[in-house]
Nanobody, 123 residues
Framework: QVQLIESGGGLVQAGGSLRLLCAAS????????MGWFRQAPGKEREFVAV????????DYADSAKGRFTIARDNAKNMMWLQMNSLKADDTAVYYC????????????????WGRGTQVTVSS
């Protein structure tokens, strides 16, 4: 069993930065791929980024490439998403999730989810 709690969301102006944190409990964390997803009002949940269990290989949605960085610290059971050059289109609730799969992009492959943190980017 893994429990995930997100933090770090908030209101930021376009062009600004935020760092989202995901704190995990449970021994399985260090053996699981960790991902970030987001859901804007009226839209489906979409993949943002994922990192494999060791903190090595990563994968990003095209919308996140070059602006967002995903990283993790297994010793601290933490994962984060550094978001730079934020745009109004990045406004959404951001969720962290854990998967036993190999860096999946599909939300159905994730076994555990946090409750989300709101990110609002003003233009």
């Amino acid at each position: 069993q893994v429990q995930l709690i997100e933090s770090g969301g908030g209101l930021v102006q376009a062009g600004g930065s935020l760092r989202l944190l995901c704190a995990a409990s449970g021994r399985a964390f260090s053996s699981m791929s960790m991902g970030w997803f987001r859901q804007a009002p009226g839209k489906e949940r979409e993949f943002v980024a994922v990192i494999n269990w060791s903190g090595g290989p990563t994968d990003y949605a095209d919308s996140a490439k070059g602006r967002f960085t995903i990283a993790r610290d297994n010793a601290k059971n933490m994962m984060w998403l550094q978001m730079n050059s934020l745009k109004a289109d990045d406004t959404a609730v951001y969720y962290c999730a854990a998967s036993y799969g190999l860096r999946p992009r599909n939300s159905n492959a994730y076994d555990y989810w946090g409750r989300g943190t709101q990110v609002t980017v003003s233009s």
